[in-house]
């Protein structure tokens, strides 16, 4: 099968770089994608964001793009009190958020809907459940390899996070410079683990606390409120400890309950339904080798701005971006490059 572009992965860049393709009249293009869903590490299931959720303002591309899309975002509930387990002995504290000045912005129908609103036009172009597994320069063109199918574009942009990216084979291989930053790149909240409580109440808000809980000392580290902005549907999400990774799941959620109960409630065993994404065990984000990172990671090596394979292949998605790189906006910022380097207008 042969295309102008293949554009690998339909997560928020391949797509970012789809819709601008698409916006400037040229849609000689397929994505590849190896799952069998499309977003990346956006993925929201019944209203939970397991992956990305919260923007800024500062997010200049996002904020763009989400609103040439018409959807609408909205500020990240922080009412009432909230709660820092800051020590294993000491009580915890409360704290109230200022609320002139909103942290966060979430999106209306969760982050899916950017991904939902992106993949409107272009649903025909992407190729689920395909795997790319080499790409080789054959002179004119790539051949891009999977288990089954050859596919050959006359450029290709690889989306896949740069570690990931590493293990693919490159024919021929691309310069070690190259390969040794892809292999440092950490691939932004590869080790995270977040779970998800759907409610028939909004329990916390009615005793005034905010159901924001954070501390690092228990099996919670983050959670906030998470209902929607509709009022139709009430629940929490957050990040949990990543102690709990090898702990069984009856066990894992046994624990959380326990420790949310102290501080929310005994309500918080009413939930019904409970989600939990180990992003670790996810082999398209993440890799084998997994080292917790709790600094910000170096993002936008220059080295990924070049065209590899004479002129053939380009990089792009969130860690390449030298713009708020792991965040949705460095998706979105490497996704516009991209598009822009092939409509030539760089
Ligand atoms: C738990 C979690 C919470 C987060 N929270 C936030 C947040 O609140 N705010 C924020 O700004 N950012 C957040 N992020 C980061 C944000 O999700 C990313 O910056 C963004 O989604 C990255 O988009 P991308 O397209 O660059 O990469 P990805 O979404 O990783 O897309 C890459 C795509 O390539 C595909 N792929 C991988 N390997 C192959 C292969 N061999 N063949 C074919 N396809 C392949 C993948 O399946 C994927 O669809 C969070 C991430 C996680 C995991």
Request: charged share 20%; with cysteine; aromatic share 12%.
């Amino acid at each position: 099968m042969s295309s102008k572009y293949i554009i690998i992965g339909a997560g928020l860049s391949g797509l970012t770089i789809a819709y601008f393709l698409l916006k400037n009249g040229e849609s000689d293009f397929i994505i590849l994608e190896g799952r069998d869903r499309v977003g990346g590490r956006i993925n929201t299931k019944n209203g939970i964001d397991l992956g990305a959720t919260w923007f800024q303002n500062n997010h200049f591309n996002l904020n763009e793009l989400v609103g040439s899309l018409m959807l609408n975002k909205f500020v990240q509930y922080s009412k009432g009190q909230s709660v820092l387990v800051y020590n294993t002995m000491a009580p915890a504290h409360y704290f109230e958020s200022q609320q002139n000045s909103p942290s966060a912005y979430r999106i209306e129908g969760g982050s899916a809907a950017l991904i939902e609103k992106l993949t409107k036009n272009v649903k025909d172009k992407i190729k689920l459940g395909i795997q790319v597994l080499e790409l080789e320069d054959s002179s004119t063109n790539i051949l891009v390899k999977t288990k089954n199918n050859l596919f050959f574009a006359e450029k290709v942009i690889c989306t896949i996070p740069p570690k990931l990216a590493s293990t693919l084979t490159f024919t021929p291989s691309l310069p070690e410079d190259v390969l040794n930053v892809m292999k440092q790149t950490h691939t932004w909240m590869s080790n995270a683990m977040k779970i998800g409580l759907v409610f028939k109440k909004p329990f916390w808000r009615n005793k005034e606390l905010s159901g924001t809980v954070i501390g690092q000392v228990g099996p919670v580290i983050e959670l906030y409120d998470h209902c929607s902005n509709d009022g139709q549907t009430y629940s929490l999400m957050g990040f949990i400890n990543e102690g709990l990774r090898d702990v069984s799941p009856e066990q894992r959620k046994e624990r959380i309950l326990e420790y949310l109960e102290k501080y929310l409630g005994k309500e918080i065993r009413d939930y019904i339904s409970y989600f939990e994404k180990d992003w670790s065990k996810d082999q398209f984000t993440s890799c084998k080798k997994l080292k917790s990172v709790y600094m910000s990671p170096q993002y936008g090596n220059l080295l990924f701005d070049e065209y590899y394979f004479n002129g053939k292949l380009l990089f792009s998605g969130t860690e390449t971006s030298p713009e708020y790189g792991g965040y949705l906006d460095g998706a979105v910022y490497s996704g516009i490059n991209a598009a822009k380097k092939l409509l030539n207008r760089d």
